[in-house]
T-cell receptor, first 112, second 111 residues
């Protein structure tokens, strides 16, 4: 079955620690995205990548970093510079047009 | 600045009746509009979309209406079922693959 796999489902971060959220897709999609959802809020764009080895900042990129070394993979690192990291993180992909986004099942990040 | 707005945080409807979820937008350059359904702790799933060149798209119990002059779209669910209870997100996209989401409306369908 094709889809987007996010891992882990739950992640805990200690003070001053960097953590990396995994996102893998086997849909052969060109574009990949990271969104953050906070309670009662919509989805806010962190980073997106339209092709391998290229990515752009979204609306809330500060404190986050990404890489896109392979078409299938778009990991997100939440750095210690992100002071309020507790949120539900969603990875998404699209075939390259703007008609539809496909989402993974999400990672809940909490601070210890 | 929120380009896509859902002004109703919640909506309750009796089973079998119509659910109408509303969405407003500000950017006239959006060329696709989408609706997603989301359960807690899960990723959103795609429901239905509409191109900016159309004013209506229907898929089974779900119909989306687009009013470009008012910069408004709505999702109609008829008849509503208890399994429809979820948070519904409205989204709009620009050429260049940028997607913008509203804050969501929590729909409760009462049996």
């Amino acid at each position: 079955d094709g889809g987007i796999t996010q891992s882990p489902k739950y992640l805990f971060r200690k003070e001053g620690q960097n953590v990396t959220l995994s996102c893998e897709q086997n849909l052969n999609h060109d574009a990949m995205y990271w969104y953050r959802q906070d309670p009662g809020q919509g989805l806010r764009l962190i980073y997106y990548s339209q092709i391998v080895n290229d990515f752009q900042k979204g609306d809330i990129a500060e404190g986050y970093s990404v890489s896109r070394e392979k078409k299938e993979s778009f990991p997100l690192t939440v750095t210690s510079a992100q002071k309020n990291p507790t949120a539900f993180y969603l990875c998404a992909s699209s075939i390259g047009g703007n008609e539809k986004l496909f989402f993974g099942s999400g990672t809940q990040l909490s601070v210890l | 600045d929120q380009q896509v707005k859902q002004n109703s945080p919640s909506l309750s409807v009796q089973e079998g009746r119509i659910s109408i979820l509303n969405c407003d937008y500000t950017n006239s350059m959006f060329d696709y509009f989408l609706w997603y359904k989301k359960y807690p702790a899960e990723g959103p799933t795609f429901l239905i979309s509409i191109s900016s060149i159309k004013d209506k798209n229907e898929d089974g119990r779900f119909t989306v209406f687009l009013n470009k002059s008012a910069k408004h779209l709505s999702l109609h669910i008829v008849p509503s079922q208890p399994g429809d209870s979820a948070v519904y997100f409205c989204a709009a996209s620009l050429p260049g693959n940028q997607f913008y989401f509203g804050t969501g409306t929590s729909l409760t369908v009462i049996p």
